[in-house]
């Protein structure tokens, strides 16, 4: 869903999986992975709203990324080809919490995800 790819597009081939597409190239490529719709949305919200202190738009744009990278990351960990790499979904939940709680400004916490 945050790729805007299919695991059947024609870029997937000679190895090359959605799964590895996203996991070789985290964190240092990130908009070359997420879907560049994501970002143009992001960048007309962000017009509409001018009033918006740089600072504000800055931290929020950082907290936006850090976000993007950790569903990401967790995403990959959660579609690894062997059944007990992926983590439980007792892990993935609280952790989704956290990144929820990140970009909406709740608790102050830290991501972490595992790779």
């Known amino acids: 869903m945050f790729t805007g ?13 959605l799964h590895n597409f996203a996991k070789v ?11 560049p719709i994501l970002f143009q949305q992001r960048e007309k919200d ?3 709203s001018i009033n918006n202190a740089h ?15 950790s569903i990401l990351k967790l995403g990959v960990t959660c579609s690894e080809e062997l059944p007990s790499d992926r983590l439980a979904i007792n892990v993935v939940v609280p952790q989704l919490q956290v990144i929820k709680n990140t970009l909406l400004g709740g608790r102050r916490t830290s991501i972490a995800v595992s790779s």
């Open 5 to 17: 790819k299919r695991p059947t597009d024609n870029i997937f081939s000679d190895g090359l999986s």
């Open 25 to 35: 190239d985290l964190p240092a490529q990130i908009p070359s992975i997420v879907d």
């Open 46 to 48: 962000a017009s509409t």
């Open 55 to 69: 600072n504000q738009s800055s931290d929020s744009n950082h907290k936006i990324l850090e976000c993007l990278i």
